[in-house]
């Protein structure tokens, strides 16, 4: 992936046209299915892009494993059968799910990228799956799970915004304010209690940091400029009492390692 793949998303005006995109790119990934899914708080109005629909055939989009035990945490997950006996929580019906899913369409081996958590409005994210061994797979994942943490981003803000603005097709960009600039619904959950004076802008721009991201690419996910992302964190610096990025950072996972799933990033 490099930034000619995300100008291309950027340049779609429809979500099945950013679907087909990023289709393509998936597949120049190594990645032969691909699922994209997000649900309401409350398991309602599923949104759904996949080349794989046929895997919903005999249980539902809202029942799918994935939600319930893929979006607790930003951490990706492995999937597919050649994964199941790392997942040993996992019930009847859904080991069920999960090897019909291979039997019809091929998918043993998969990587879970969730971007947004269960507790948000709205939370999923995505399944990326091959017909890969489990060592063959992990060989093949080892080295490009922020590269595709990065692209799942990209078209998860993608797609919000023209799932937005079909929804709303008379409405008219909304003047930036001082907090909210370039960003729509925020990329993540509820905060630590230990974030609370930040943000909800200054939050995400934190989380992404903590993946990795440069202020470019943070500011390519979050559609503002790097200028902005430097304002941001400038701003985490001062409230959190930190100098720079890597401070701040450790705030933040010290803050997760609280017991209480409520206060989970």
Known sequence: MDWTDIDSLERCNSTDALWAQALQIFATMGFDYAIYLTVEGDRSHPHIHTNLPQIYEQL???????LDHCCNSYEPQFTGTEFLSDHPYLGAEEMAFIREA????GFRAGIAIPVRLQGSDRFGGFNLGTARSRDSFIAHVTGKTDSLRFLCLIIHRRMEELRQTASSPAAHPSEPDAEGAGFDRPLIAPPPT???RLSPREREVLYLFSQGLTSKECAAVCKISPHTVSEYANS??????????????GVLTAAKRTPDRNTQL
């Open 60 to 66: 539902p989009s809202h029942r799918d494993p994935f």
């Open 102 to 105: 291979s039997a019809k369409t």
């Open 194 to 196: 230990a974030l609370t």
């Open 236 to 249: 985490i610096y001062r409230k959190l009492n930190v100098r720079n990025r890597v401070e701040a950072i």
